[in-house]
Structure formats: C-alpha cells, structure tokens
T-cell receptor, first 114, second 115 residues
Framework: DAGVIQSPRHEVTEMGQEVTLRCKPISGHDYLFWYRQTMMRGLELLIYFNNNVPIDDSGMPEDRFSAKMPNASFSTLKIQPSEPRDSAVYFC????????????FGNGTRLTVT | AQSVTQLDSQVPVFEEAPVELRCNYSSSVSVYLFWYVQYPNQGLQLLLKYLSGSTLVKGINGFEAEFNKSQTSFHLRKPSVHISDTAEYFCAVSAFYNQGGKLIFGQGTELSVKP
C-alpha cells in the first residue's frame, strides 16, 4: 500500500497565479479530507468528501478556493488567484469510513506564494 | 461543536526522562479521541485512539494515554523518551456520530528530547 500520495511536495508561485494541489487517496477509502496547516492557525479542516461527493466545505476560506473529486482515486484543491496569506502546508487524508477508522495522511504540499 | 486544547506548545525533556503531554477537550456529545505524531516534513501518523472500554489506551512507540471523562482530558504519557521521539504531537477529537472520522485538532505540542 503506497499510502496517500500528494503532489507536488513543494510549490512556489507568485501572487495572482492559479495553484492546483493533487491527491490520490488509499485505494478503497471512501472519505477524503483536505487540511491546511499554518503556525498561526494550526490544522484546519477545509473540506471533506464521501464517495466523491463534498459533504462539508464550511472550512474553505473563501471563493478563491475550490476542491473536486472526479473519481475515487483523485482529488484536487485549487486556489485562484493565490495570495501570500495562502502560504501553508496542505494535507490530504483518507479514511475507510467508520468512526474507529483512522485518518491516513499524505506528506503534504508546502505552498509558498510570493 | 467540539474543541481541543493542548496546554503546552513546547515540552523540552531529557532523554530517558518521563513525559506527559496534556490535552483537554470540549464537547456536548460523546467523542472519540486520538493522538497523532508529526515528524519533520511528514504527514501525521496515528499514535493511539480511544473509542470505548478501558480508559487507558496503549499505542505505538511505548506511548499511552488515559481518558478522563470527568476532567474531559486525554493526556499522553511515555515513561522514558528517546531522541527519536522528538516531533510534534496533536490531540484530536471526533464526535461519535461523525462518519468518516472527521477530526478537530488541537494546536499541537512540540516535544524536544535532549541528550
């Protein structure tokens, strides 16, 4: 099992550019989560999906952020346009769908917006 | 809604000493509780979890935690730490009715083990 795979590991972009982060969950997991980690705010849940359907996007900071899950093996988080305050580490996690099923995290994408 | 407070942002300790990382939670419903560890430049890994039953939970790498419902706490302990335990530790809570394991995390505690 390769675990949750995120790409890219690092992304540096200029303010105003579009950024797309990618995630491949563990095969068979039907829940997928996007978290953002910053020094100031810690780990924040942005959005999560069940069977490719967004369930709760209340953590998405604003309309510049969007997330999709076109199939069970792929999800994207897009920021358009990006701003310096979006700089953070973005984590994708997946789980098997029960309350006692732990989240499995990817290694994250470190985003720097200059 | 649920919330988690980790009472110490940094805990320095010498190798082979015992350590306790403190976690308190708030919730109006029953919860499940978790501790995750994050090593530098990596994602989070599950250390242990409390779902029900015995209030003392044992996890990986010699860590254990005790659920105290009256004090709404879930403190993490290890009797003797190693240099390799240096990492950031996160306490997390999930409401029992949440499918899929949606977690609310605390702010994290940075454990620094010195030789």
């Amino acid at each position: 099992d390769a675990g949750v795979i995120q790409s890219p590991r690092h992304e540096v972009t200029e303010m105003g550019q579009e950024v797309t982060l990618r995630c491949k969950p563990i095969s068979g997991h039907d829940y997928l989560f996007w978290y953002r980690q910053t020094m100031m705010r810690g780990l924040e849940l942005l959005i999560y999906f069940n069977n490719n359907v967004p369930i709760d996007d209340s953590g998405m900071p604003e309309d510049r952020f969007s997330a999709k899950m076109p199939n069970a093996s792929f999800s994207t988080l897009k920021i358009q346009p990006s701003e310096p305050r979006d700089s953070a580490v973005y984590f994708c996690a997946s789980s098997g769908g029960w309350n006692n099923s732990p989240l499995h995290f990817g290694n994250g994408t470190r985003l720097t917006v200059t | 809604a649920q919330s988690v407070t980790q009472l110490d942002s940094q805990v320095p300790v010498f190798e082979e000493a015992p350590v306790e990382l403190r976690c308190n939670y708030s919730s109006s419903v029953s919860v499940y509780l978790f501790w995750y560890v994050q090593y530098p430049n990596q994602g989070l890994q599950l250390l242990l979890k409390y779902l029900s039953g015995s209030t003392l939970v044992k996890g990986i790498n010699g860590f254990e935690a005790e659920f105290n419902k009256s004090q709404t706490s879930f403190h993490l302990r290890k009797p003797s730490v190693h240099i390799s335990d240096t990492a950031e530790y996160f306490c997390a809570v999930s409401a029992f009715y949440n499918q899929g394991g949606k977690l609310i995390f605390g702010q994290g505690t940075e454990l620094s083990v010195k030789p």
